[in-house]
């Protein structure tokens, strides 16, 4: 794997990783948590003993492929800009544009 753009919040992480096409992306989220996770608590043992439950991260994530509508580029910017924004206090930049939902269609009875 190789990590190509990454910005950490107080709540969340961002990261543009580039993964090999026979690993899954399930496979590669739990190597980098598990691998993240193993690291920090090595480097500041106090953490794991303030954690309920010893997991440092949510078994939660989202993932967004690049080619679906969605360049490397604007996932790059996107990491960046939002970075920008955290550096002036808690943000969340927009990726995808904001669409109106559409109307639901009355039904007929």
């Known amino acids: 794997m ?3 753009a990454l910005e950490v919040d107080v ?3 961002h990261a543009y990783v580039e993964i090999p096409p026979k690993m899954s992306v399930g496979k590669a ?3 980098m948590k598990s691998l993240s996770a193993h690291y920090l608590f090595l480097k ?3 953490v ?3 954690l309920w439950g010893g997991a440092l991260w949510s078994p939660s994530y989202f993932v967004r492929t690049v080619g679906e509508g969605v360049t490397a580029e604007t996932v790059k910017k996107y990491i960046e800009r939002h970075a920008e924004k955290s550096a002036l206090g808690p943000a969340q930049a927009e990726l995808f544009a904001k669409v109106k939902p559409k109307a639901k269609p009355k039904r007929k009875t």
């Open 11 to 13: 709540d969340h992480v």
């Open 29 to 31: 989220v739990r190597a």
């Open 48 to 50: 794991h003993k303030r």
């Open 44 to 46: 500041f043992p106090g």
């Open 2 to 4: 190789e990590v190509l």
